[in-house]
């Protein structure tokens, strides 16, 4: 047993039968799992309109609130796709949410979780646009919409589709987030683990003996995950609906 990593899932613009191969993960994990971490991206586009939100995600949204039931926590932070999470996620399903790198205890290792969008150098317009979508203004503007038109805006501007096949500037992307997260393994000795996502690569780097960067990769593509056991090496693995 131990503890269970999953980023970048994109629910909502995947098909169908990945969906259903994650409810079987997270099925797996309810018998496997100490504790399920969730990069960011768990969902293409997520929004609360106070109690609204978007229907399709309910069979997933059960099934985190089962494994929380069951004395699994479960731990996500918002990607740049569903950065705009609250009070249903955290009350009604039991996630322990939040935005932004924050720390936790992973496979008995101290850990900082980012999603790893706008992080470390370069991608200034990046940064510059993530200060905008994310702030009050947009958050609050954004709910004055229907969420019928909201959700048929977000859903047109999303570009995860294309990163079914491979993008060459997700390299570009993985490069700086390991840059950043190696970054911080220097600058923090007792940090032991930096756990990231955004890049949908998979990576496992050991930095220095026993200290590790780990991006767990996609579920577009690759249905990577990865599991963090106390005094074991981390592994990074791939579903197959067997475990």
């Given amino acids: 047993m131990g503890d269970f990593v999953a980023s970048d899932i994109h629910l909502g613009a995947v098909p169908e039968e990945t969906e259903r191969a994650f409810l079987r993960f997270l099925e797996y994990s309810g018998a496997n799992a100490a504790q399920l971490l969730l990069p960011g991206d768990l969902f293409d586009f997520w ?5 609204l939100i978007e229907g399709k995600h309910f069979r997933v ?7 929380v039931e069951a004395g699994i926590p479960v731990t996500m932070v918002g990607g740049n796709h ?3 999470g609250g009070r249903f996620l955290r009350e009604e399903v039991g996630i322990a949410y939040s935005v932004g790198p924050r720390r936790l205890r992973l496979g008995g290792r101290e850990t900082l979780v980012a999603h790893g969008d706008g992080l470390g150098s370069g991608d200034l317009k990046y940064r510059m646009l993530k200060a905008v979508i994310r702030s009050r203004a947009a958050f609050d503007g954004f709910r004055l919409l229907h969420p019928e038109v909201g959700l048929g805006l977000a859903h047109r ?5 294309a990163k079914a096949v491979d993008d060459p500037r997700e390299k570009g992307r993985a490069r700086q987030i390991q840059q950043w997260a190696l970054a911080m393994l220097e600058s923090e000795p007792a940090l032991e683990l930096v756990v990231c996502g955004h890049s949908h690569l998979p990576v496992l780097l050991e930095a220095s003996p026993g200290r590790w960067y780990l991006n767990a990769g996609d579920w577009v593509r690759n249905r990577s995950y990865a599991v963090v056991a106390e005094g074991a090496r981390p592994q990074l693995l791939e579903w197959s609906g067997k475990g």
Wanted: glycine share 10%; proline share 0%; net charge negative.
């Fill in 61 to 67: 949204l059960a099934a985190l609130a089962r494994l």
């Fill in 157 to 161: 501007v999303s570009s995860t589709e």
């Fill in 47 to 51: 929004f609360e309109w106070g109690g």
């Fill in 82 to 84: 569903d950065a705009w």
